[in-house]
């Protein structure tokens, strides 16, 4: 996890309600990530951001928003609009380009209720 | 069409014995290939990062090889410990692209005393 916060760990949600989930690192990495994990798939992006005050859709945007006000958070909310994000969220950060370690946080998992 | 392929999806073995996870991608362009480990409801750990010109890395009892040639890769892990009961993640990178993490669906590995 090192030096990367998720929280929370677990989060519940009833339909038609919006939840942000914190992503906070220490680690002066300029990129950040966020991605879904479904069972049996891997890693899907959301949302990654280079810089502060900018970010860029993944594969996967809709219903979700994020906002890069400074360097070291990253928060990801899902709005009513996505229709099944029953799912473990994972923050990631990154150095730069080259091969430099992706760093993962601990997790989030929503549940919708 | 899934762009990196990971086998077997399962797996159950021995305490102390060896097993060999593949990866196969279809990434163009290819910058580095990484192996981590997520134990369950955790985030990913790196366990090895390789380029083009590296054939093979360790991470203690932990073996990656990559052929660039054939675009394929495989992790080796020697004499399993009851620790190493997770599910390996094979992700490719691709060249200049920051957002451009292709992730495999993983292989779940369990160790059985």
Redesign the interface.
């Known amino acids: 996890?090192g030096g990367?916060t998720?929280s929370p760990k677990y989060l519940f949600r009833k339909e038609g309600q919006n939840v942000t989930l914190s992503c906070e690192q220490n680690l002066n990495h300029d990129?950040m990530?966020w991605?879904r994990q479904d069972p049996?798939?891997?890693?899907?992006?959301i949302y990654?951001s280079?810089i502060v005050n900018d970010f860029?859709k993944?594969d996967i945007a809709e219903g979700y928003s994020v906002s890069r006000e400074k360097k070291e958070s990253f928060p990801l909310t899902v709005t009513s609009a996505q229709k099944n994000p029953t799912a473990?969220y994972?923050c990631?950060t990154?150095p730069g380009?080259?091969?430099?370690?992706?760093?993962?946080?601990?997790?989030s998992?929503l549940t919708v209720l | 069409k899934?762009q990196?392929e990971q086998s077997p999806?399962s797996l159950i073995i021995l305490e102390g014995k060896n097993c060999t996870l593949q990866c196969n991608y279809t990434v163009s362009p290819f910058?580095?290939l990484?192996w981590?480990k997520q134990d369950t409801?955790?985030?990913?750990?790196?366990l090895t990062?390789?380029?083009f010109s590296e054939n093979t890395k360790s991470n203690g009892r932990y073996t990656a090889t990559l052929d660039a040639d054939t675009k394929q890769s495989s992790l080796h892990i020697t004499a399993s410990q009851l620790s190493d009961s997770a599910s390996y993640?094979c992700?490719v990178a691709q060249t200049?692209s920051?957002?451009k993490?292709?992730?495999?669906?993983?292989t779940q590995v369990v160790v059985t005393p």
């Not at chain 1, 049996?40 to 992006?45: A, D, I, N, P, V």
């Not at chain 1, 091969?99 to 993962?104: D, P």
Request: glycine share 18%; aromatic share 16%.
């Open positions: 996890d990367i998720q990129a990530y991605y049996g798939q891997g890693l899907r992006l990654y280079q860029q993944g473990f994972l990631a990154y380009s080259g091969a430099n370690v992706l760093t993962f946080g601990a997790g998992r | 899934n990196v999806q910058s580095n990484r981590y409801g955790r985030g990913p750990v790196s990062i390789m380029t993640i992700v200049d920051w957002g993490f292709q992730f495999g669906a993983g």
